[in-house]
T-cell receptor, first 114, second 112 residues
Framework: SAVISQKPSRDICQRGTSLTIQCQVD?????MFWYRQQPGQSLTLIAT?????????ESGFVIDKFPISRPNLTFSTLTVSNMSPEDSSIYLC???????????FGPGTRLLVL | GENVEQHPSTLSVQEGDSAVIKCTYS??????FPWYKQELGKRPQLIID?????GEKKDQRIAVTLNKTAKHFSLHITETQPEDSAVYFC???????????FGTGTRLQVTL
């Protein structure tokens, strides 16, 4: 498995503002993903972070709301833009190595929007 | 549509009993089936996975069985202990082998 960290671990934000979440892994990985987990719910894939190109978004998620960067093979950011209380959730990154389906999760970022 | 169904949503067992959680998936091309355990306030942790070339895999008290014809797979926990209490998620790649779709989760409570 890989050692994955996320920053911040939690935050309380005002509506209308934006928050950028960082995901760092200790070794090079091919795939990096961003998930949302609403309170008491399952994990929903937001997008796949592609190194050197635009992220691939799942149905219901758009780049203007969730811009993603991935400048190299060990780091990615997710921004939650123009936040509303409905964005209150846990945001998790996950990683997978080349030719391996297994995903490992970061510790998550707990976001509360007031 | 493509989805992963998981049952039951909650499960309460007495310590020492067995627990079984079942998932069905819609894409017959799916070939990888992981199970994750998520304790309260923690990240999902992979506990066991199975690939479509085998029908069963076991790791100490945990086992997973796969029926590709019926498109369902199950998690079996034997001799349950209080530390097994958590939410368990199954997952499968649907439409795209590189992405996972997660089941709705099962909250397991092991009582003394």
């Amino acid at each position: 498995s890989a050692v994955i960290s996320q920053k911040p671990s939690r935050d309380i934000c005002q509506r209308g503002t934006s928050l950028t979440i960082q995901c760092q892994v200790d070794s090079q990985v091919t795939m990096m993903f961003w998930y949302r987990q609403q309170p008491g719910q399952s994990l929903t894939l937001i997008a796949t972070a592609n190194q050197g190109s635009e992220a691939t978004y799942e149905s219901g998620f758009v780049i203007d709301k969730f811009p993603i960067s991935r400048p190299n093979l060990t780091f990615s950011t997710l921004t939650v833009s123009n936040m509303s209380p409905e964005d209150s959730s846990i945001y998790l990154c996950s990683v997978a190595r080349q030719n391996q389906e297994t995903q490992y999760f970061g510790p998550g970022t707990r976001l509360l929007v007031l | 549509g493509e989805n992963v169904e998981q049952h039951p949503s909650t499960l309460s067992v007495q310590e020492g009993d067995s627990a079984v959680i079942k998932c069905t998936y819609s894409d017959s091309a799916s070939n990888y089936f992981p199970w994750y355990k998520q304790e309260l306030g923690k990240r999902p942790q992979l506990i066991i996975d199975i690939r479509s070339n085998v029908g069963e895999k076991k790791d100490q008290r945990i086992a997973v069985t796969l029926n590709k014809t019926a498109k369902h797979f199950s998690l079996h926990i034997t001799e349950t202990q209080p530390e097994d209490s958590a939410v368990y998620f199954c997952a499968a790649p649907l439409r795209d082998a590189s992405k996972l779709t997660f089941g709705t989760g099962t909250r397991l409570q092991v009582t003394l």
